[in-house]
């Protein structure tokens, strides 16, 4: 199993909220046999933040400032040590890594003055990968350590680690910020009260339909975006706001409210305001988290479920490619009648497929 930079397999979480894609590396991770991580961003950096370069001081310790002259050592030793944890839990052996980067670079990086020269030296988690017995590459020279004569172009060690097991295994990443054609999916803010109010908490149908209270009030709000908010410090929280671009509006939410870490499935619940159904968003917002899941957490299988009278989710279901799985019959009790919960989900290889 390897481990690489999430910017080199698409993920837009460089500095400047970009990304700079390596096919042949995305491919190991979308086959399970690599798995993407960004040092900045799982130390809670924002994407985008401050360019940042690795100064020397005096007695030769390395720090991290911005072009502002701003100190961000301490985050990126965080995102470092925090690299290496997962790397021994997993038993990485080897990562490939953004050259240059004053976290990922290895063998040259920015001198700190911010004009474009380089210099000898590793960026501050390459660094403690190796001393930790990590062999670290990048994107420039990755192609030395493929196996001589392996068909499949994937590393050897790679490859022998998915045949002496079964290579599977959650990637705890958290809630990332994801950006779509017309959305940005990304995690709740205070400021964000007065349109869920407006919008969604407030209206009963729409909380009905996933068995959700309804909140009147900003004080019931802030409650309920405390429990939000808090829950984010943990790697295993996956929730976001729907945020339209066009007006920058938070206009739904969409979660993987139930996450199984031992079977490797997770499953979706969404809602979105009634002034922007039947408009696609929805939709691809769950497409957006399906992606999410499956190339970025690593799960196996998608599940998603509507109540029997809730016709614009089972559509919306159906647009993003999941399978009819079956009917828990009579599972809710709501307002004098039964009604059905009807189940679906999709896999790894369908979603694929799909593309």
Known sequence: MYLVSACLVGINCRYDGKSIINLEIEELVRNGKAIALCPEVIAGLNIPRDSCEIIETDDDEKKVISKEKKDFTAAFKDGAQKTLALAKIIGIKTAILKSRSPSC?????????????LKKGNGLTADLLIKNGIRVYTEENYKEIFGAGLNSG???????????????????IGTMQIETERLVLRKFQYTDDEDMLKYWVSDPEIQSM???????????????????????????YYRWAIILKETGECIGQIAYFLVDNNNHFAEIEYCIGRHFQRKG????????????G?????????????????????KVIEKCGFVYEGTLRDFFYMDGRYVDRLYYSILKNEFIGLK
């Open 281 to 292: 968003l929805a939709t691809e917002a769950t497409k957006a988290i399906i992606h999410y």
């Open 294 to 314: 499956f190339y970025k957490m690593n799960l196996h299988k998608v599940q998603i479920c509507h109540k029997s009278i809730n016709i614009p989710s089972r």
């Open 105 to 117: 670079g290895c063998g040259q990086v920015y001198d700190g003055k911010f004009n474009g020269t």
């Open 210 to 236: 996933y068995s959700e209270p309804v909140y009147t009030t900003k004080q019931d709000v802030k409650e309920l975006l405390d429990k939000y908010i808090s829950a984010y410090e943990k790697d295993n």
């Open 154 to 172: 994937v590393p050897y060690e790679a490859e022998k680690f998915m045949k002496e097991s079964s290579g599977v295994m959650l990637i705890p």
